[in-house]
Nanobody, 115 residues
Framework: QVQLVESGGGLVQAGGSLRLSCAAS????????RAWYRQAPGKQRELVAT???????LYADSVKGRFTISRDDAKNTVYLQMNSLKLEDTGVYYC?????????WGQGTQVTVSS
């Protein structure tokens, strides 16, 4: 069964940057829309960014102009470059498809933005 493994999270000061990675355990999802989601403490999981197989990108209003999603299908990996991080970006970040597939949810990677 294919698994998605997120990495790259950490503790960063407001205004800083992080780059998240999501690797698939095997060659898969080359034709699928890939996505990043996040869940802040006490809140529901929300969609952050999507990227189609053709490279079309969509972003949540809260991250537009600060985050960039990209993909490398040769490496079965999707990335999220996060710049100008804000306190409200704190949360666990997950990757999945869009729409998401339940069995693909992984452990996520924690992003903590401090003041």
């Amino acid at each position: 069964q294919v698994q998605l493994v997120e990495s790259g999270g950490g503790l960063v000061q407001a205004g800083g940057s992080l780059r998240l990675s999501c690797a698939a355990s095997e060659r898969a999802f080359g034709i699928n829309t890939r996505a990043w989601y996040r869940q802040a403490p006490g809140k529901q999981r929300e969609l952050v960014a999507t990227i189609t197989s053709g490279g079309g990108r969509l972003y949540a209003d809260s991250v537009k102009g600060r985050f960039t999603i990209s993909r490398d299908d040769a490496k079965n990996t999707v990335y999220l470059q996060m710049n100008s991080l804000k306190l409200e970006d704190t949360g666990v970040y997950y990757c999945n498809l869009n729409p998401p597939i339940e069995v693909l949810w992984g452990q996520g990677t924690q992003v903590t933005v401090s003041s």
